[in-house]
Nanobody, 119 residues
Framework: QVQLVESGGGLVQPGGSLRLSCAASGAILRVYIMGWYRQAPGKQRELVALITASGISDYEDSVKGRFTISRDNAKNTVYLQANMLKPEDTAVYFC?????????????WGQGTQVTVSS
């Protein structure tokens, strides 16, 4: 069985920073693309950032220059450094991993971590 466990959310003031982490564990053979998504109240889940196993990354336009995605392949862990946070960044943040386990290849999701940007 595979699990993705996130940490690092919380309450931060506008202009502040947070670092989110997501570790994949279990019967994992290989991890391909990892990513972060977010879902604000009343809105659809949207992509924030993606990173390939070789480190190539891509970002949603509104977070470019403020957020940085990275990963540690040895630990099957993905990070999201979020700087210059704005109230509109408030959402539940979910990590995802396209990975191959002993049984199948599919996308797995974390349980979500709340990020609230407010003064």
């Amino acid at each position: 069985q595979v699990q993705l466990v996130e940490s690092g959310g919380g309450l931060v003031q506008p202009g502040g920073s947070l670092r989110l982490s997501c570790a994949a564990s279990g019967a994992i053979l290989r991890v391909y693309i990892m990513g972060w998504y977010r879902q604000a109240p009343g809105k659809q889940r949207e992509l924030v950032a993606l990173i390939t196993a070789s480190g190539i990354s891509d970002y949603e336009d509104s977070v470019k220059g403020r957020f940085t995605i990275s990963r540690d392949n040895a630990k099957n862990t993905v990070y999201l450094q979020a700087n210059m946070l704005k109230p509109e960044d408030t959402a539940v943040y979910f990590c995802s991993a396209d990975l191959e386990s002993y049984y199948e290849r599919r996308t797995y999701w974390g349980q979500g971590t709340q990020v609230t940007v407010s003064s």
